[in-house]
């Protein structure tokens, strides 16, 4: 309140905006507009190849990489398969070196049991049954 006893009619922080102090001009065009800007000119109009140029390129590399990646797996099956059969040629010699490798630890085995059991008054040597049920010894040649 006022010493006058009125109210005014704002109070406080409900004051209104103050109008901005009118000390500037705000800038604005020259008179008659800016001067038009040529910009053809600075911009030449042919910058490097053309789209399609561009397109033929590129399919060209590509084509000429996939004709090279269709080659080299090409060649790389012929020596997959050159090696499948060099290992089914040798798979048979593989098979009859490792089967006499078996029989020769077998009988290193027969003889060490003989030897270490021939004190046990009962002890018979291990007889092979008449129907074998399973294999002599594990197969490790794989030719394909």
Excluded: C
Aim: hydrophobic share 35%; proline share 12%.
């Amino acid at each position: 309140m006022s010493l006058t006893g009125e109210r005014p009619p704002y109070s406080g922080v409900t004051e209104p905006p103050k109008p901005p102090p009118l000390q500037h001009l705000q800038d604005g065009p020259p008179p008659g507009g800016y001067p038009r800007l040529d910009v053809r000119r600075n911009l030449p109009r042919n910058v490097g190849p053309s789209a399609t140029a561009l397109f033929l390129g590129s399919a060209l590399v590509m084509a000429y990489g996939f004709w090279r990646m269709g080659n080299y797996n090409l060649h790389r099956r012929e020596l997959l398969e050159e090696r499948r059969q060099v290992r089914a040629a040798l798979a048979p010699f593989l098979q009859a070196e490792e089967d006499e490798r078996y029989l020769k630890a077998k009988a290193q085995w027969e003889a060490w049991e003989a030897k270490v059991m021939e004190h046990v008054p009962d002890w018979e040597k291990k007889r092979e049954p008449i129907y074998k049920t399973r294999s002599h010894g594990p197969t490790y040649v794989f030719p394909f």
